[in-house]
């Protein structure tokens, strides 16, 4: 049986942008309106969590008056703690020399996709379409920045923002900003990230309505170790095929089979088979 369609609202504390406001989308101004199957996504939310975060299923960024709290060294701190590289402070400089060093981009992050990704200039506070045929980046620049963009904004418990970040000549991407508050350059930012959203909304009002179906698998692994505490390799005990077998590492070259490795068949329900 159908439910009701969820309604994706906005919050802010502040005013909404153009792009936003030509969505149509509801305005969250009393927490009581809010449904058991709606979304919200909150712009600038000032820090704490907001009272009626816990009455819905999503509330997209509500982490973001958090980061804004956040100074820079807090957030780099927490960026190369999970593997990224980032250089929040304006007065360092990037170690890495030309041709590449210095090369600026600003990524668009909405529901942990990229949906703009744009060059910007050091002697040109404008940005310019990474798609213009005068700049020719590749595919391989652009994703990886994109990747690195919304590993930042994962790591800050963010659905969305907005990342600066500089490419190296080893094309490697270093976080410059990050931030939950997007602002777009131009008309044309603007109509691609109104098209995620607008995207987002449909697919959330469709699947509260009727539901989505979803498969669960795992594939817990484990070592095997000795009386004495040494591992002992997975692979004298099972087989590497089959619900119970072992799985591969390469340990100096050479590929060995250490690990041990459950594989339940897939389920559509957390319901223990009898």
């Known amino acids: 049986m159908d439910k009701a369609a969820g309604r994706l609202w906005v919050k ?4 909404l942008p153009g792009w936003i406001s030509a969505l149509g989308l509801s305005v969250l101004t009393d927490a009581s309106a809010v449904e058991p199957n709606d979304c919200v996504i909150c712009l600038q939310c000032d820090p704490g969590m907001p009272p009626e975060a816990d009455r819905v299923p999503r509330f997209m960024n509500r982490n973001a008056g958090g980061v804004l709290s956040l100074t820079n060294r807090e957030i780099e701190r927490r960026l190369q703690r999970e593997g990224l590289s980032a250089q929040l402070d304006k007065n360092k400089r990037s170690k890495e020399r030309q041709p590449y060093a210095h090369r600026r981009f600003t990524a668009v992050v909405f529901d942990l996709a990229a949906v703009d990704i744009r060059r910007r ?3 040109d506070p404008g940005f310019i379409n990474v798609n213009d ?3 020719e980046p590749d ?3 652009r994703k990886i ?3 690195a963009a919304v590993r930042a904004l994962y790591v800050l418990s963010l659905d969305f923002g907005q990342v600066e970040l500089e490419l190296g000549e080893r094309g490697r991407a270093t976080i410059k900003t990050v931030s939950p508050v997007i602002t777009l350059s131009d008309a044309e930012g603007e109509r691609r990230l109104a098209e995620a959203v607008a995207e987002f909304a449909q697919k959330w009002a469709d699947e509260t309505k009727h539901g989505v179906a979803v498969t669960l698998g795992a594939d817990p692994e484990f070592a095997l170790l000795s009386p004495e505490g040494k591992v002992v390799a997975a692979s004298r005990y099972f087989p590497r095929q089959g619900s119970a077998g072992c799985d591969s590492v390469v340990v100096r ?3 060995r089979w250490p690990l041990a490795e459950l594989r ?4 559509r329900s957390l319901s223990r088979s009898r």
């Open 12 to 15: 802010a504390d502040g005013v």
């Open 264 to 267: 339940p068949a897939l389920r």
């Open 253 to 255: 070259g050479v590929k």
């Open 145 to 147: 920045a994109a990747r």
């Open 133 to 135: 045929r005068f700049i």
């Open 121 to 123: 200039f050091a002697d």
């Open 139 to 141: 595919d391989h620049i």
